[in-house]
């Protein structure tokens, strides 16, 4: 495949051919979260509404629950020591105060910019498919997990058909927001 330089590596991502073998996902597979397929086509068939919206939070919660419970995930220790016992000596308003500060919205100088169209991958204007949610799910590397403590090869092994993955994003596009849930995170610092 001939590229242009400039071309973003989203749309090459997109554009890319893969091999049938990798890029599709057995359908017909089951797994322990394929009975919140129909609630989510409830949700996908109905108008973006904020009620819709709280629907697909409270069904992420449950996925996962439901998910930690059906792999054995035991909760987290209460335990914020790190793993040689040294606790981190920085004041809890130090902290806050820094890390409210870094994740703020800062003043934006779009004025110094030039605009520039060319190149910019548009605005995703269809659902995902099955196959770009198992491609990306089985392309993902496996980091630390979030909050949810439910690392990339759990969820493959919790949804192996994307069927309940992909209908969630795919309510996320057409709503234009995420639960809030997916925007929690942990701050581990290293002594």
């Not at 309940?164 to 997916?182: G, K, S």
């Amino acid at each position: 495949m001939q590229v242009d330089q400039d071309q973003s590596h989203a749309q090459l991502v997109r554009d890319s051919p893969v091999p049938p073998s990798q890029d599709s996902c057995d359908e017909d597979e089951k797994g322990p979260l394929d009975h919140y397929i129909e609630p989510l086509d409830d949700i996908l068939s109905s108008d973006p509404l904020d009620d819709s919206f709280c629907l697909l939070s409270d069904i992420c919660s449950k996925i996962v629950v439901e998910g930690k419970d059906f792999l054995s995930i035991p909760e987290p220790s209460s335990s914020s020591a790190s793993q040689n016992g040294e606790r981190c000596k920085i004041p809890l308003q130090e902290l806050t105060k820094y890390f409210s500060g870094v994740w703020q919205g800062g003043e934006s100088y779009n004025s110094i910019y030039a605009q520039n169209a060319e190149g910019r991958v548009g605005v995703i204007e269809q659902d995902f498919s099955f196959a770009e949610v198992a491609r990306a799910l089985r392309s993902s590397e496996n980091t630390a997990s979030g909050p949810d403590r439910l690392p990339y090869h759990h969820w493959r092994s919790l949804d192996p058909s994307v069927k309940v993955l992909t209908r969630t994003f795919n309510v996320c596009l057409r709503n234009h927001r995420v639960p809030n849930a997916w925007k929690d995170s942990t701050t581990i610092l290293l002594p």
